[in-house]
């Protein structure tokens, strides 16, 4: 058996020779339903856990350090190794917060761009949950059909950025590119799509499945009281019954202008975060039909105009000998904010990102620290598993829809 950390007050506590029936295994970090590097440490009377301990750590990331030793604009691309599920999420989170502390605001153009990218992504993250989970559980098909929509989504990704994982899809003021020709029809197309396989296929094949409730319902109860202790957000904590989504309750780009509503489960448990999951998806293809329309009525400007801090469009850096110069500070030495401190929440597919920036006006963030929803869902695995068998233990873990990439930044 590997033997624990002895540092870890949980494993000092922990007598791994017992005259009782109880056991400790690993499960994980190489555990295929473990969602990445996560080693959680069981101690299971029987085939029932007494104790969890969640162990994290395994990738060694640095995320945060390596941002302040980069450039603003050198450090867009290393968020998308946050979530990598939803790469524009990240990417959109952190340039938010540094447009907040530059003082400036994004092109209506570009911010319409920007939400369809956040939903779109919102989509396919939530699709990757219902194909693994699914798969986690025992249902191989909806873990194929699943993932069939979602190499749709991320084709419209490709098309539009050319990437399809991590995408760099977002700049600090706006967006890089304008929509392509063609693009708005297949992204009706793919709406629609979804649209159709979310009732016909994926809730057919689940909904009423009676081995899927089975494993699915009164598992993994999370009480409101529980979900708002433990940090919870998103939809773990609009699963918990708890009607709160940073989308209405702090608007950002034009989420105040559209409609939509936040769906809510209140039987706590997987199976309502899974019928949550899929009224999520209906709303965000609300959203990405209402932001279709508002595309034509925009004016061709894709960033912001800040000289101080932006560079000028390709067509005067070619033609402006100032512009030229002030492109060629901008990207050998990096902007330099003004001093001050910034905190930005966003709501992304699993919960509230926020990047916190401290700036003292150089070209680095004198810190950067980001609160990822899936470092705060792990943690309450502790609790919750606690009670439960052994083999509701990955029925579990697939319904907190973590990702290890935001875990170990």
Known sequence: MQQPNKLSPFFENLNFERDDNTM??????????????????????????????????????????????????????????????????????????????????????????????????????????????????????????????????????????????????????????????????????????????????????????????????????????????????????????????????????????LDFDIPVADTNDSYGRYRLYMAEMKESIKIIKQLILMYDETEPQLMAHAPKYISAPKEEIMTQNYALMQHFVLVTQGMRPPKGEVYVPTESPKGELGFYIKSEGEPYAYRLKCRAPSFFHTGLLQEILVGTYLADVVTIIGSTNIVFGEVDR
């Open 24 to 257: 400790v295994i690993n499960f994980g970090p190489q555990h295929p339903s473990a969602h990445g590097q996560l080693r959680l440490v069981l101690e299971l009377d029987g085939e029932q856990v007494v104790k969890a301990y969640p162990d994290i750590g395994y990738l060694h990331r640095g995320i945060e350090k390596m941002a302040e030793n980069m450039t603003y604009n050198e450090f867009l691309p290393t968020t998308d190794r946050l979530d990598y599920i939803a790469s524009t999420s990240n990417n959109y989170a952190y340039a938010l917060a540094v447009e907040r502390l530059l003082g400036i605001e994004a092109p209506r153009r570009a911010q319409v761009i920007r939400t369809i990218l956040l939903e779109l992504n919102r989509i396919i993250s939530h699709l990757f949950f219902i194909a693994t989970h699914a798969l986690d559980v025992g249902a191989m098909s909806v873990f194929l059909y699943a993932f069939r929509e979602r190499e749709f989504g991320m084709d419209l990704m490709e098309d539009y950025c050319g990437a399809r994982l991590t995408h760099s899809a977002v700049r600090i003021g706006g967006v890089p590119l304008d929509i392509p020709d063609g693009w708005m029809i297949n992204l009706r197309n793919f709406c629609k799509k979804v649209e159709h396989e979310l009732e016909h296929t994926y809730n057919a094949l689940l909904q009423e499945n009676r081995i899927w409730k089975m494993r699915l319902e009164g598992v993994g109860v999370i009480s409101p009281e529980d979900a708002l202790s433990w940090g919870c957000t998103g939809p773990m904590l609009r699963g918990s019954g708890i009607a709160y989504d940073i989308r209405k309750e702090e608007p950002y780009e034009l989420y105040g202008e």
